[in-house]
């Protein structure tokens, strides 16, 4: 049976091009989309944004076979380096500022100062040690300009990449832009004014309800106004879980729900156990159990109730974290495990590409997917961390927010835990650690129906109706 082909556009293959704002080397479901629609014929391309630092230049380049138009960054270290040690400076007060006046802990993800966590359960790295003395005016007024000054800069900075973007996309002179999230659309509307060009929206997240920092005043207003404009100009809407497609289409009125795509790992066959790398990164023996977790290492992730988790497991339980974190929130999980005494039972594994997660994953016993609903965009999230476990042929423990939980059950892969406290965490993995077999199998069979393949169906046939003229 033949793969299905996008409908030719005078007679040519139809022109994609991708917009993302990351440099794009890593971003999987980026490169899977464009991918895909290659392998159907389009002439598909990426522009993203140059990282120099990461490596990733201004210009062409590929990953893998796929090439990637990275427009140059506002980066000031190379335009303005004495601007740059002056903001670093006043940025170091500013924190010291915020830690003396005991504000709620940030995690660090440069350069974007983060949201503060809607919850005090959350454990951050240790703050500077408080000195008893209240910040100065002078301090204070520092760390509002180091702050305001940062702010200033973020949004140049995504506004400097809107005009590469749209200069570059202009040229590739597109049948259709795939905006991947909302800050991908201002560009995606200016490539296609005035051509025939159609977008399509793909919303990895629901945008307006992410885990962002809540004080800012300004940017939902503009936010709501780009998504409300973007998503009913749109020619069609892609998303990742079904509650996001639910809440876009009611939101938005949409006449059509969003088509679901979901980001779930290509079909391969289930990875041998035996070469798994989980125990060997972690220095395990064989007869230790293997609690494993996989994604970004930071707050909303249920890394910290994992952690006292593992102190109401036995003792050659060991929980391995595959991924990587900022080095301050990294200081803040282990001091936690110092403290609640499992720290020679918590260990860091490193990252390794996505593709190669799975068979990381396989040596691995039970792996735990624990999205905190801290923000309605992870309440309604279906990570890709599920998948990538259900792939490498493990049960899973998983908390109960409607998506996640949705596919444990219909699936039965795994045990579902209320997300209260880590005790009923540490149950489930008992119940899984306990008569892992029936999992397992569910796990394998999952693992074949639930591909990239299937999830490509439904992008090609979106994009068929596009590209006929009709609506998605």
């Known amino acids: 049976m033949s793969s299905p082909r996008l409908p030719r556009v005078d007679g040519r293959a139809p022109r994609v091009v991708s917009l993302v704002y990351n440099d794009a080397s890593t971003d999987s479901r980026v490169l899977k989309t464009t991918a895909t629609l290659r392998a159907a014929g389009a002439d598909a391309r990426i522009v993203a944004s140059a990282r120099d630092l990461a490596g990733h230049p201004a210009g062409i380049g590929h990953v893998g076979e796929l090439e990637v138009h990275r427009v140059p960054d506002l980066d000031l270290t190379r335009m303005m380096p004495r601007l740059t040690r002056t903001w670093r400076r006043l940025r170091g007060k500013a924190l010291t500022a915020q830690a003396q006046a005991s504000v709620p802990a940030h995690t ?41 000054w940062m702010r200033l800069y973020q949004t140049a900075r995504l506004s400097y990449w809107w005009l590469g973007a749209v200069r570059e996309g202009r040229d590739l002179r597109p049948d259709v832009v795939h905006a991947n999230d909302a800050n991908a659309l201002v560009p995606a509307l200016l490539i296609t004014a005035g051509t025939p060009g159609r977008v399509v929206y793909d919303s990895h997240e629901l945008w307006r309800r992410r885990n962002i920092r809540q004080d800012r005043w300004l940017a939902p207003a503009v936010e709501a106004v780009i998504e409300t404009v973007g998503i009913r100009v749109a020619a069609g809407v892609i998303t990742v879980s079904p509650s996001i497609a639910d809440w876009l289409q009611q939101t938005y009125s949409l006449r059509i729900r969003p088509t679901l795509v979901r980001n779930i790992p290509t079909a391969r066959p ?203």
């Open 108 to 148: 660090p993800e440069p350069p974007v100062p983060a949201a503060p966590v809607a919850t005090a359960a959350v454990t951050q790295a240790p703050a500077p040690a408080d000195s008893g003395q209240q910040p100065s005016v002078r301090d204070q007024a520092k760390a509002f300009a180091a702050d305001a």
């Open 270 to 472: 289930l990875p041998d156990p035996a070469r798994g790398r989980l125990r060997e990164l972690a220095g395990l023996a064989p007869g230790d159990r293997v609690v494993s977790y996989v994604g970004g290492i930071t707050t909303g992730r249920g890394l910290e109730e994992t952690v006292d988790a593992m102190a109401l497991l036995p003792d050659n339980a060991h929980l391995v974290l595959l991924g990587y974190g900022d080095p301050r929130y990294i200081a803040g999980l282990l001091q936690r495990a110092r403290d609640t005494g499992v720290s020679d039972r918590v260990h860091l594994a490193g990252s390794v590409p996505s593709p190669e997660v799975p068979q990381a994953l396989a040596d691995a016993d039970v792996a735990v997917v624990y999205v905190r609903p801290i923000c309605l965009s992870y309440r309604f999230s279906l990570p890709n961390k599920l998948f990538e476990s259900i792939h490498a042929g493990l049960p899973i423990v998983a908390a109960d927010l409607p998506d996640t939980s949705a596919i444990v059950r219909e699936h039965s892969v795994g045990e579902v835990f209320e997300a209260t406290t880590p005790a009923e965490l540490a149950a489930a993995i008992q119940q899984v650690l306990g008569d892992p077999t029936a999992y397992r199998a569910a796990a394998a069979q999952a693992a074949g129906e639930l591909t990239w393949e299937h999830e490509a169906a439904e992008l090609i046939a979106l994009y068929t109706r596009v590209l006929e003229g009709g609506d998605g």
